[in-house]
Nanobody, 121 residues
Framework: QVRLVESGGGLVQAGGSLRLSCAASGSIRSINTMGWYRQAPGKQRELISTITSGGSTNYGDSVKGRFTISRDNAKNTVYLQMNSLKPEDTAVYYC???????????????WGQGTQVTVSS
């Protein structure tokens, strides 16, 4: 079984910073792309950023220049550094990962349980 656990969410004032972490654990053979998404109340889940195992990154337009994704392949962990936070960044942030479990030959997408980020004005 594979599990993703996010941490680092919380309450921050506008203009502040937070760093989210997401660690994958369990019976893991390989991890391909890892990413961050968010969902605000009444809105659809939105892509924030993705990063491949080779380090190629992709960002949603709303966070370009403010958020930075990174990963530590040895720790099966992905990070999201969020700077210049705005009230509109308030949402539940979810990580996901495309994981090949031990004993499998295919990748499957797993999701974390989410962590709340609240930005006050």
């Amino acid at each position: 079984q594979v599990r993703l656990v996010e941490s680092g969410g919380g309450l921050v004032q506008a203009g502040g910073s937070l760093r989210l972490s997401c660690a994958a654990s369990g019976s893991i053979r390989s991890i391909n792309t890892m990413g961050w998404y968010r969902q605000a109340p009444g809105k659809q889940r939105e892509l924030i950023s993705t990063i491949t195992s080779g380090g190629s990154t992709n960002y949603g337009d709303s966070v370009k220049g403010r958020f930075t994704i990174s990963r530590d392949n040895a720790k099966n962990t992905v990070y999201l550094q969020m700077n210049s936070l705005k009230p509109e960044d308030t949402a539940v942030y979810y990580c996901n990962a495309d994981v090949m479990a031990r004993g499998s030959m295919t990748f499957r997408t797993y999701w974390g349980q989410g962590t709340q980020v609240t930005v006050s004005s």
